[in-house]
């Protein structure tokens, strides 16, 4: 039972390059978040996914896109990367409705991405 | 726009002292609001929560405070202990949207 599992762990892009950041539950879940991670700015929400088939965008989106493959697999596109974009990046599920503590969200280890 | 945000970016309390962690948000629309507490180099983890139509709750070790008329949320940690030093955020829940303020920094002195 490993949680949320987050790929790659570090990455150093050039700008313009994309890449896909990848994460995958198994805690069968119905919500997934992204979150980047800045000195003193706290964890801003990029986007979410209420459920398999659903996606939002939340407070940081620009510069981003999702994709909810499956209930399972929630990844994070960045099309042009950018300096900006250098953060560290989390991906979040949260309990499902109708259960106990259905605030609590379960983290992965989180990406530190670099772009230069 | 709407945010969830602290007063304090750092607290410094003594090892065994009682700690007041406090979050300003301006969302009326939240359902939950929850506290979150992250150790260097991992994911926040969850302490605890609260129902907006509630004012109190209480854990183990931690009591959470909700002044809607202020829009303000707190979380006390009685006998604060080394373990509790970390980065505290609240957080807010507005249907399936979890938004995340900016953090306290909470050291423990010995």
């Known amino acids: ?116 | 726009g709407e945010s969830v945000g602290l007063h304090l970016p750092t607290l410094s309390v003594q090892e065994g002292d009682n700690s007041i962690i406090n979050c300003a948000y301006s969302n009326s629309a939240s359902d939950y609001f929850i506290w979150y507490k992250q150790e260097s180099g991992k994911g926040p983890q969850f302490i605890i929560d609260i129902r907006s139509n509630m004012d109190k709750r209480q854990g183990q070790r931690v009591t959470v405070l909700l002044n809607k008329t202020v829009k303000h949320l707190s979380l006390q940690i009685a006998a604060t202990q080394p373990g509790d030093s970390a980065v505290y955020f609240c957080a807010e829940k507005n249907d399936y949207k979890l938004s995340f303020g900016a953090g306290t920094t909470v050291t423990v002195r010995a």
């Open chain 1, 1 to 116: 039972n490993a949680g949320v599992t987050q790929t790659p762990k570090f990455q150093v892009l050039k700008t313009g390059q994309s890449m896909t950041l990848q994460c995958a539950q198994d805690m069968n879940h119905n919500s997934m978040y992204w979150y980047r991670q800045d000195p003193g700015m706290g964890l801003r929400l990029i986007y979410y996914s209420a459920s398999e088939g659903t996606t939002d965008k939340g407070e940081v989106p620009n510069g981003y896109n999702v994709s909810r493959l499956n209930k399972r697999e929630f990844s994070l596109r960045l099309e042009s990367a950018a300096p900006s974009q250098t953060s560290v990046y989390f991906c979040a599920t949260l309990r499902n409705r109708g259960t106990p503590t259905n605030t609590e969200a379960f983290f992965g280890q989180g990406t530190r991405l670099t772009v230069v």
